[in-house]
């Protein structure tokens, strides 16, 4: 077969003109191989060549190439956390591991191209970061090629958002935002579901009403919140949890199998490694434990919950610490944590310490979340979405 034999597929790539008709050949796939491997700064500083290369560096193939080898940690340096403090800062993921390295110099100012008050995070994934407004405005960024787009407004809201997350559903190769609250309108709870590609919010009632709250942690295709409730007699008050799951593809509603713990007064969760994490915190005039944090090494399964890591009481009070949020648990097993004296710290369960990371110039207990450094395009027909 001869070499322009082999030249068989066209591909429409974007350019600042409209679109360009590039040939797809078999030395491309060497390149995007090689491509694949690079951090996406350089990728974007690649672009800048010629044509040919920004046709060749919004391949999709290249894309996806790029962000499975993003998500598996075969490219190294690929997270980063995200704290949505004013402005927005990111810090590598390795840098984390190393206090002495950790240190404010190491965190890098990140630009939102628009303005949002009072923003949450709404989630991350596949890198890119879901943002709402309090004003009902909703936001998908990539950060590191500082692409937005800016999702419609629902048309009619007939309840008050508590709860949402985002995420991407492989059954139909889409990313969906969830906003979810009780109903205004009737009995039960309403769920916006927004689909990128349609490019359209739907809404769905559910009979059965839920206390959820916040962010939801995205893990084997779901979304998941905890539900804490009280009951009991008025002045003996007992505590209850569970775990409810949103599960992207059915859009179901399911609770998860769980732990049965008694003696704590609160309950959060997390990710880690793809797996979901539970931290309890504990009644300490019962215990010196102040943090418990259990690990589902198994999804769905009861049976493998696994407690991983202890913090005692003595160790937050290191730095007065009285309220604490995990962010994330490092692979030598550091736990980083948001505290309520404004800065995130690293706890080393090996050497019962606890280290200041960085201190942020608000009084607010300050969002984090991490990110992988991916191609991935918020907009549909940019080139480089999935």
Known sequence: ??????????????????????????SDDIIIDILSRLPVKYLIQFRCVCKSWRALISDLHLVRKHLRRAVTGLNPNSYRLLISDSPFQSIDYEALKDVSICVQSSF??????VTLERMSVVGSCNGLICLKGNKGEVLLWNPCTRVTKMLPRIA??????????????????????????ECTTADGMMIAVFTLKSGLWRTKQYLDSFKLHGQGCLVNGALHWVELKWSGEE?????????????????????L?????????SIRIGTIANHLFAYLFNDVSLSDIAITVWVMKDYGVHE???????????????????????????ENDEVLMSCDSSYLALYNPKENTLTKVLNTPTNLLPEATMFVETLVSPVIGGGANI
């Not at 070499?3 to 050949?25: A, H, M, N, S, Y």
């Not at 202890?310 to 009070?317: E, G, N």
């Open 1 to 26: 077969m001869s070499g322009l034999q082999k030249r068989r597929q066209q591909q429409r790539v974007p350019t600042d003109g409209g679109f360009l008709e590039r040939p797809l050949i078999e």
């Open 108 to 113: 890098l100012c990140l630009q939102l191209p």
């Open 156 to 181: 009619c809201f007939y309840f008050c958002p508590k709860f949402y997350g985002f995420g991407y559903d492989s059954t139909i190769e889409d990313y969906k935002v969830i906003l979810g609250g």
């Open 235 to 255: 002045l003996r008050p007992v505590l209850s949890s569970r775990i409810i799951s949103f599960i992207l593809a059915e859009e179901n509603i399911v609770p």
């Open 257 to 265: 199998p769980y732990l049965h713990i008694q003696s704590y007064i």
């Open 304 to 330: 493998s919950w696994t407690k991983i890591i202890q913090i005692p009481l003595k160790s937050l009070r290191q730095l007065s610490m009285n309220f604490v949020n995990i962010i994330c648990i490092l």
